[in-house]
């Protein structure tokens, strides 16, 4: 089962983080051009993959992420 959740910036929505069995994703909005998220994750229109939940969003996800 997939869970997706969006995520927003300075009360705007810049992306998706998304878990499946494969892992994790991180994909900015196609249209999105603002601040990156982090140094280590500038704006970029390929997904971020990871098969475990990305650093930056550890401290920051809803609890059971």
Known sequence: ????ISVWLYNQ???TLSEDPAGFAFYYRLNYNGRALSLSMPVRPEP???E???PF???LAP???
């Open 1 to 4: 089962m997939a869970r997706k």
């Open 13 to 15: 929505p810049i992306g």
């Open 48 to 50: 971020y993959l990871s």
């Open 52 to 54: 475990d939940l990305h």
């Open 57 to 59: 969003f550890k401290g």
């Open 63 to 65: 609890e059971g992420w």
